[in-house]
């Protein structure tokens, strides 16, 4: 008991996660009973709508695209009762474990497929049901012309599926199936107007990128399975909480960090957001904005008591956090795609969720709950962008915007919403969140809350001039218009969901921000927010500094963007303009630092083979020099060389085996 | 002196008692293959295909079925029965892991079969040629046809070999396993030589594989010689308790016997660096014939590669685990690193079982009751993708030809949406991405690997995942190409095939979609065939 005790004291958010989440899982304590016992039909409906759509084929394009956004809201209806049925329980009865089969039984190593139903994947759950649902809706009108909307909408369920698994999954193992099956709908989803080589090269890219950090993933279940022997949530979460060796723990977190970079497209593994933006826009809405690239958060906040047993992986999050989220503002100021310019926008706040998610006890809260509200207004501006677009030939140049206002008064009064949330403006969701954020970046000791808060506080003010000068670059100033554009605001279908989101981007935060609702709901999960913890800063000057900062900015703004004439080519620019524009330089480093030295060493390794080097010799010869030449010998296609090479392997081997014993 | 006298045949040897019902599957497979000659020299020409074919299902059929009484009479049957000493000579130990092998490599064959029996609804163009030596086009050629040669004997040429393949895991002493391996590769051999098209590149990779193979069966012969000189008995029975008892002064021939053993078995799976010739000859192959090949030989040798360290060297681990850590380590690194600049299908899936050959010796490695069940359930994972996917390359033509360079699948995905999309989602599997059957056997080797194989099995698990993650990208690469890149103006066609194609195609891809949703089954019933008799 001592012991127990003793653990408490030091660390009493892993433990109260542990007794709160994962006791349930014990056995004891809570098996799924009523409307949570169906919580499996989240995941199935939509995966039956994509089921029936891709299987169905051409006999479903018409009733398809409705069956599949009746799907979507049939899951977010189930979501709502058992998000009903939990509030009917106790705090600190409200985590429930499914037991769907026994997945894998390979010897000692066992994992049963079952969901974890609690307060943080129902916050998740409602989310993306929600918004997925909308945009479902509003994919009708967006993709009504699409003579392929069929197979759009089953990538789109099947998107909604394999979310609702990652964030539903009771183990690390099944947890992977639903972070590749999403994976793989965004590549659909990226990819899907393949007819574009540019675009499948985004999907191409993207994929890249997220094997890059799936293989992160892959390796920290690995070390799991090694120090635990087991996968699942509850017991890998409840004895990293308890006693665990910090060096496979920093090792778990590095590698979970890693995945997590990938998919939510954070530094250094940031580089295919912006290019996936070549997906339809309800897709950049859904996925590479509101869900899919929040599952890293998702990930760093479940996995919390590894994180908190490995304070440098922990310190690794928060720089991870703080360098993306000033590096996608940066980018953002200097992007004239719309979409482009959202993408930085999204890679900058999810910098902020994922320094949150860093920051330990004091910032999981807020990481979700800015997470929350970013996914209403960022889904709704970037529908508000695919209207724009609707509305002027699908043009995303932002220099050939201006005055929109007029012309499209229901998509400029939703899309000031977003901004104004965004921003971080009083009363509106963005300020109920971020500015958590920043003042839990500025607690603590040392030269951290220096540093970090002051990259918080300056990524405000950045956010504040680039999210204003899309804004006014978009909808005020003079025309800027091609000829050939006659701007119409759009159908029901889409400026219904836009207003939904709108909504939710003007009060969600007042709702369940000031009131504490959001931070007491999650507190079973995400451990209570330490007591006697404050700024470096007293928190009214912050508050005041944060709208000093953004009111600067969005002036500055202002004056650039709405005031002064805006140049409908692109003014060369300084340097740092220049930097910007190619995300600083993030493509070639990643060419220079990892493409280069990774195929040459392939193409010089390939040259052991023969047959396999077929064109690419010519242009390689010079690059590899006389290494090559000896190494394509082992492969040339003769049998005696063969030969010769079996027993000079057989000689070394013995040899080597000599040597040793 | 060693602990077993030297052997020498008194006359108190007799045969032992046979338990029938236990050899039946392999009675019934060499039976089989027996009545294809027979066939090929007495029925008539035009119906040989239909009942070659038919002899080869319903013959493996029978064998998979007769497996089931089998498991049954589960022990130590045929051979020399030594009066004296009651050890049993040239004996075969019908246990789990051998019955569970049988069972993979007669259901593996009989897709493999399927395969090769495609002739594209006409009669002529099947896979093969009938006059193998020949030069395409010669007077030798063109006599063959006019005298109305055939190609159904590759159907017998099978048949010997899925004996042989059966008998591998199967046999318990190092003289009656090299029977069985010589077995298993001499139809090989031929059935590599006899590809209708590209000719050259067929004979010259069956003259390699010949040439190779026989060096390779050179190796384990020499190392046979070294252990009966260490243990005095080939028996693995004997070898493993003279190793337990055995004198530290002949250790010098105890470690180079055990590893030059292990390198006859090591060629046959395409491990590092017995594999230069996996790529030419799967390229140079007729594609039934590879895909048949990489399935069946590799779950035939690894097979016997189990019953080795498990039965026959277990007690002399120490010495020879290092020279296999130091294979697996090799091999899955080239395979892993080497597939990724491959512009052919052929030898990109060659390198891609080279790969997994290294992983599978990874479960090897952990030298435990579970790890043979998870390699055991690797095997069929494997096989049953790469027939698929060796059968599917089989289609995607161009004049005629088969289209095997990479550029030639590009847009493929957009054309044939359902045929690439299998293939696309074998390769997920290869890939061992969750949800296909690649990745429960990955985990489950690698698992076994970091749970009982101590440092050195978390080394190599590591290094495995490492190299999959490599391999990953391989795979990913020909998904891409395949949906997001734009065809060619002379871009290729997937032929339509006949119903058996289309079956074994089927079978290996829902095979790989069902263990990876639901593997429990058959890894429980591997798990409870993991058990060998001594």
Known sequence: MGTLVQTLASSPSALSTYAAGFATHEGEAHAATGVTAYAWLLVALPLLGAAVLLVGGRRTDKFGPVLATALSWGAFVVGALVFLAMLGRGPEDRAVGIDLFDWVAAGAFKVSAGLLVDQLSMTFVLLITFVGSLIHVYSLGYMEHDPDKRRFFAYLNLFVAAMLLLVLANSYLLLYVGWEGVGLASYLLIGFWNWNPAYATAANKAFVANRVGDFGLSIAIMVMFFHFGAVDFATVLGEAGTNANQGFMTAIGLMLLLGACGKSAQFPLQSWLGDAMAGPTPVSALIHAATMVTAGVYLVVRSAPIFEAAPTAQLVVVIVGAITLLFGAIVGCAKDDIKKALAASTMSQIGYMMLAAGLGPVGYAFAIFHLLTHGFFKAGMFLGAGSVMHGMNDQVDMRRFGGLSGAMKITWATFALGWLAILGVPPFSGFWSKDKIIEAAFIGEGWRPWVFGLATLIGAGITAFYMSRLFFMTFHGKKRWTDDVHPHESGKLMTVPMMVLALGSAFLGLIIGPTGLFTSWLEPVTGAEPEGAHPVIPVPVLMALTLVLVAGGAAFAWLRYWRDEVAVTAPAGNLLTQAARKDLYQDQVNEALLMRPGIHLTRSLVFADGKGVDGAAGGLAALVGGTSSRLRKLQNGFARSYALTMLAGVVAILGALWVIS | ?534
């Open chain 2, 1 to 534: 002196m060693t602990a077993v006298a030297p052997l020498a045949l008194p006359a108190a040897f007799q045969p032992s008692n046979v338990d029938y019902l236990a050899i039946l599957p392999l009675l019934i497979v060499f039976g089989a293959a027996l009545v294809g000659v027979l066939v090929e020299a007495f029925a008539p020409r035009e119906r040989r295909h239909v009942i070659q074919v038919g002899l080869a299902v319903v013959g493996l059929l029978g064998a998979a079925v007769a497996i089931i009484p089998a498991a049954g009479h589960q022990g130590v049957t045929m051979g020399l029965a030594d009066g004296s000493t009651n050890r049993q000579m040239f004996a075969l130990a019908v246990d789990g892991p051998a019955l569970f092998m049988q069972g993979t490599i007669v259901l593996m064959g009989v897709l493999g079969i399927l395969t090769m029996a495609e002739r594209f609804g006409g009669t002529g163009p099947d896979a093969f040629t009938p006059s193998g030596a020949s030069t395409p086009g010669s007077a030798n050629e063109t006599a063959a046809a006019r005298a109305g040669a055939l190609t159904s004997e590759v159907f017998p040429l099978t048949m010997f070999a899925i004996f042989g393949m059966m008998l591998f895991p199967t046999t318990n002493d190092l003289i009656g396993m090299f029977v069985a391996l010589e077995v298993l590769s001499l139809p090989l051999y031929i059935l590599s030589g006899l590809a209708r098209r590209r000719r050259l590149l067929s004979q010259e990779a069956s003259l390699k594989y010949f040439l190779l193979g026989a060096f390779s069966s050179a190796f384990f012969l020499f190392g046979t010689a070294l252990l009966y000189g260490y243990a005095g008995s080939v028996y693995f029975g004997d070898l493993s308790r003279a190793i337990a008892s055995g004198p530290l002064a002949m250790n010098g021939l105890l470690l180079p016997g055990a590893f030059l053993v292990f390198v006859g078995l090591l060629f046959k799976v395409g491990a590092v660096p017995f594999h230069a010739w996996t790529p030419d000859v799967y390229q140079g192959a007729p594609t039934p014939v590879t895909g048949f090949m990489a399935a069946c030989t590799k779950a035939a040798a690894f097979g016997a590669i189990l019953r080795l360290a498990y039965v026959g060297l277990d007690t002399g681990r120490w010495e020879w685990t290092n020279a296999l850590v130091l294979v697996a380590l090799l091999t899955m690194v080239v395979g892993a690193v080497l597939s990724v600049t491959q512009t052919d299908m052929k030898r990109l899936l060659a390198y891609s079982s080279i790969a997994h050959a290294g992983f599978i010796l990874v479960g090897v490695l952990a030298f435990d009751r579970k790890a043979i069940g998870a390699v055991l359930f690797y095997l069929v994972a494997y096989g049953f993708a790469t027939i698929a996917a060796f059968a599917i390359v089989s289609l995607v033509r161009q004049n005629g030809a088969e289209a095997t360079h990479l550029s030639q699948w590009a847009g493929l995905g957009k054309r044939y949406p359902v045929v690439a999309g299998a293939f696309a989602f074998l390769m997920l599997a290869f890939a061992g991405i969750p949800l296909t059957s690649g990745f429960v056997s990955k985990f489950a080797v690698f698992s076994a690997a970091v749970g009982t194989g101590g440092a050195t099995g978390t080394v190599l698990a590591v290094v495995g995942v490492v190299c999959s993650a490599i391999t990953v990208f391989v795979y990913a690469r020909v998904i891409v190409l395949m949906f997001f890149s734009d065809a060619p103006d002379d871009a290729v066609e997937v032929v339509t095939p006949s119903v058996s194609t289309t079956f074994s195609i089927a079978i290996g891809t829902l095979v790989t979609l069902a263990l990876g949703v639901l593997p429990s089954a058959l890894l429980d019933l591997a798990d409870r065939a993991s058990q060998f008799v001594r």
